[in-house]
């Protein structure tokens, strides 16, 4: 018999492993105990799951079968086997996505109060056995050590952003992203899907969204103001129904995609296709340089909040997801300023600056997200506070007298903590997303892994009572100059990792050491799946 000995389990489809170290889990679980009873998984393990767990039971076949190469059998009701049990009592104390693992003489059960903390149970055995030694495995028999293990999350919003409107990347690199959040616990794929430099999904009322605003003559590279440019254009956009599948098959790793339509600003490519949408209303082309293009939507047309409606309403067709994020940051009121038109409508509306016309627009689309019964998400710019000072253009804008709706996400990306705080005790719900500690595009000079490990994203001195507003975290690869996978991958890995941690474990059980520690199989695993990863992350490297 060959018998391989490994605390716990194995991470999906490795086909190389070694002996794993206790507690080797990223994101760190809240509770690991050793105990004294081990468990064999060989070709004769069998699942046994209820019909609310089939899903997960097909899930965990698939991983099985990749390492012992037969399918394990899976059954409606049994006492030995892997054991994947619903225990709605759990929910007290291990809330919506929390699990027990726990390893018997002749089982190995997760129980949790829903499939979704089964999912990630299963993550947690696929972690503790991906021991990348260069030595094939297939057929063994896994050995897996005693253990119980108690974890839940700290935070429920735990994203990763990617910008497809710089750089199209496709089906199958967002796909790969998905599988490493799923491995990771990570739960919102936030997807920048239109923007200056592209519009990237179909909406069929408005054909040359994508038929014009998802191509570009070229593209600027080498950083802002460079003067250079790549020399070929560039394009790509999803159809309906390959973003109707990318739903799904986040929603089968239980991450929720939430998109984001960029509005009143950051709108060059839609202006590009439909000229009458912005406020200038002249013909432009879709910006071949990044940064800010301030021509905006009109906000001040009915055919301009028609169109929003529309769009709008296709997509709640494709994404199911409760949140809807409508951008709102960097808008360049300047357009809005010197267009006659524009300063009548503020006049006769009693609107005293553009970052009051700006939330009275946000506010609209607010309402009628809201009707569908959905719930709006922006930058934090949608509360009317200017936070861009250091910006030439925007030095002198007014803070906005007006308020923002109630019932909306705040995204805090810039501007002082104190925004964000007050926000919070005004009970908006706060994803914390300072772009000095999580914005992806950054090198790791600047955003050192130890340094995205060490984020909080409950701000400083935020009274107790107002936590529960802080719903979380994200993470965000803009991509600018990242035109490539392995340019996106670099910026994104290992640095998703400790992100993933912060969104996950317990203050209380965060230690750096342990982390980087843990890192090293991970690390060795993503160089077996074939993602790049940066091998120079830590401050002392620079």
């Not at 829903?114 to 297939?138: A, P």
């Not at 997807?191 to 969204?209: N, S, V």
């Not at 960029?262 to 990044?290: N, Q, R």
Request: hydrophobic residues 40%; negative net charge; charged residues 25%.
């Amino acid at each position: 018999m060959k018998l391989i000995r490994l605390a716990f389990f194995v991470l999906a489809l490795s086909t190389k492993s070694v002996v794993a170290q206790n507690g080797s889990v990223i994101p760190q679980p809240l509770n690991v105990e050793q105990v004294n009873v081990e468990f064999i998984i060989d070709s004769k393990t069998i699942i046994v799951a209820d019909d609310a767990n089939q899903a997960n039971a097909h899930y965990l076949q698939k991983l099985i079968e990749s390492l012992v190469l037969s399918k394990p059998a899976i059954k409606m009701k049994g006492t030995k086997g892997i054991i994947l049990k619903l225990d709605e009592s759990l929910a007290e104390t291990l809330g919506d996505e929390g699990y027990l693992l726990e390893t018997g003489k002749n089982s190995l059960a997760i129980t949790a109060p829903t499939t979704i903390g089964i999912f990630y149970g299963i993550q947690t055995l696929r972690q503790l056995m991906n021991k990348n030694s260069g030595v094939d495995k297939r057929g063994a028999e896994w050995l897996v050590e005693g253990v119980r293990i108690e974890d839940k999350p700290r935070f429920k919003w735990r994203a990763y952003m990617l910008d497809e409107s710089r750089y199209f990347m496709g089906e199958a690199f967002v796909k790969k992203i998905l599988d490493q959040m799923a491995l990771l616990k990570m739960n919102v794929f936030h997807w920048h899907l239109t923007d200056d430099a592209g519009w990237r999904m179909e909406i069929k009322k408005y054909p040359l969204l994508t038929e014009i605003g998802a191509f570009r003559d070229d593209s600027e590279i080498e950083g802002w103001g460079s003067g250079k440019t790549a020399g070929e254009p560039h394009g790509g956009f999803y159809t309906q129904e390959q973003m109707k599948d990318i739903v799904t098959y986040a929603a089968e790793r239980n991450i929720t995609v939430v998109p984001e339509f960029e509005m009143p600003g950051h709108s060059s490519a839609a202006i590009a296709a439909y000229t009458w949408l912005g406020t200038a209303g002249k013909d432009i082309d879709v910006p071949v340089k990044f940064g800010r293009h301030y021509d905006n939507y009109d906000v001040t047309k009915p055919e301009v909040f028609q169109f929003v409606k529309d769009v709008l309403g296709e997509m709640f067709e494709i994404f199911p997801s409760e949140v809807i994020h409508i951008g709102g940051d960097e808008v360049g009121y300047k357009v809005w300023e010197e267009s006659e038109h524009v300063q009548k409508y503020m006049k006769e509306k009693g609107i005293k600056t553009p970052a009051d016309l700006q939330i009275a627009f946000t506010n609209q689309i607010s309402n009628f997200i809201e009707q569908q019964g959905r719930r709006m998400m922006g930058w934090n710019e949608i509360m009317g506070k200017n936070v861009h000072q250091g910006f030439e253009e925007k030095k002198d804008d007014k803070d906005a007298e007006t308020s923002l709706a109630p019932n909306v996400i705040v995204h805090f990306w810039k501007g002082d903590l104190g925004l964000a705080t007050e926000a919070a005790k005004k009970g908006y719900g706060i994803v914390n997303a300072l772009h000095s500690n999580t914005y992806l595009d950054y090198g790791y000079k600047s955003i050192s892994l130890e340094k995205a490990y060490a984020f909080n994203p409950i701000p400083e001195g935020l009274d107790e009572k107002f936590h529960e507003n802080i719903y979380g975290l994200g993470c965000q690869m803009w991509t600018e100059w990242t035109p490539t996978y392995s340019d996106v991958e670099r910026q994104t890995f290992p640095r998703i990792a400790a992100y993933a941690e912060v969104g996950w474990t317990n203050n209380t059980r965060k230690n750096y050491k342990v982390f980087r520690k843990n890192l090293n199989q991970l690390l060795n695993y993503w160089k077996g799946q074939g993602i790049g990863f940066a091998e120079k992350f830590e401050e002392k490297d620079f």
